[in-house]
């Protein structure tokens, strides 16, 4: 029998990518984690990960793992938010991407009161959670459901351009910064890698990519309602007009009238409506955005 907690473990240490940041999610040390991951590679005799200093790197066969992982640790969240229900706030779980997340992590108070009687919890991935097995209330998505007994609402237009630091040096030949192949889900990433530039540093997130941008390592595409909303970056060219999207808020079809995610649905939809120009590209920020859109 294969211990849960061992599978719970390696369900963070997974989704997290390495040590640290599983070990804050699950309150255990580093070191007791990698000693954990070691022994249940040794129990089902096959190697999970690949460590590296760069963190812990899933191999495919623990990939098949972490797909079977997945809808156990969404039960257990679920058994644990049943039991807050009996005793404290019930959570409405958002998924969204990177960007996405950073947004209406920027306008929470839009979002939450101190005396509304749920919580949020923001699940940050570029990865899809599964909404009709309920991993999560609500998604952020950028194209509509095609199955599943999911509800989904339109929310407004987004647009993506190229973004520099505004204070970078040497314009002139400058390299871009790109997420690398293995983690470029997003259309915006691919977009990248089929152009004929120079990449000179890769992130493996979105968040990542803003903060080598914004460190004059060289230029990037980011989503316009991130990048045009920050002041030390401009745009280093036009909008990318292929790269248009519209977002979708979606729910389970039947946790839809639920008091606590009608609400936060309803205060999402009201966030995205108010920033629509924002979202949609059409308020750069300084002279070089201004005539990057002209």
């Known amino acids: 029998m294969i211990n849960w907690d061992d599978l719970r473990l390696f369900f963070h240490v997974a989704e997290s990518g390495g040590l640290s940041a599983a070990a804050r999610e699950t309150a255990t040390s580093p070191a007791t984690l990698g000693r954990r991951m070691l022994a249940l590679e040794q129990e089902l005799g096959q190697v999970l990960f690949v460590r590296s200093r760069n963190g812990y790197e899933i191999t495919p066969e623990g990939q098949g793992l972490l797909a079977r992982t997945r809808p156990m640790a969404a039960a257990f969240r679920a058994l644990e938010q049943w039991r807050d229900a009996t005793a404290h706030r019930p959570a409405v779980r958002i998924s969204a991407g990177t960007a996405t997340s950073a947004f209406m992590a920027d306008h929470f108070t839009e979002l939450w009161r101190p005396e509304d009687p749920f919580r949020i919890t923001f699940c940050t991935t570029e990865a899809r959670l599964d909404i009709a097995h309920r991993e999560v209330d609500i998604g952020i998505r950028n194209a509509p459901p095609d199955s599943g007994n999911l509800a989904s609402k339109p929310l ?26 293995a983690h470029a889900v997003h259309p915006a990433a691919r977009w990248v890698l089929r152009q004929r530039v120079q990449v000179v540093a890769w992130a493996s997130s979105v968040s990542t990519l803003h903060d080598l941008v914004r460190g004059c390592a060289g230029i990037g595409v980011m989503p316009c309602f991130i990048a045009d909303a920050d002041p030390r970056l401009t745009r280093a060219g036009p909008l990318i007009d292929e790269l248009t999207e519209r977002q979708h808020l979606v729910t389970h079809n039947d946790d839809r009238h639920r008091p606590e995610i009608r609400e936060v649905s309803r205060r999402i939809s009201a966030l995205f409506a108010a920033h629509a120009p924002l979202l949609a590209g059409e308020r750069p920020l300084g002279l070089a955005g201004e005539a990057a859109q002209g």
Do not use: C, K, Q, S
């Not at 970078?168 to 400058?174: D, N, R, S, T």
């Open 156 to 181: 407004e237009t987004l647009r993506f351009a190229p973004f520099r630091a505004r204070h970078m040096p040497e314009l002139e030949g400058a390299g871009w910064v790109a997420v690398d192949a």
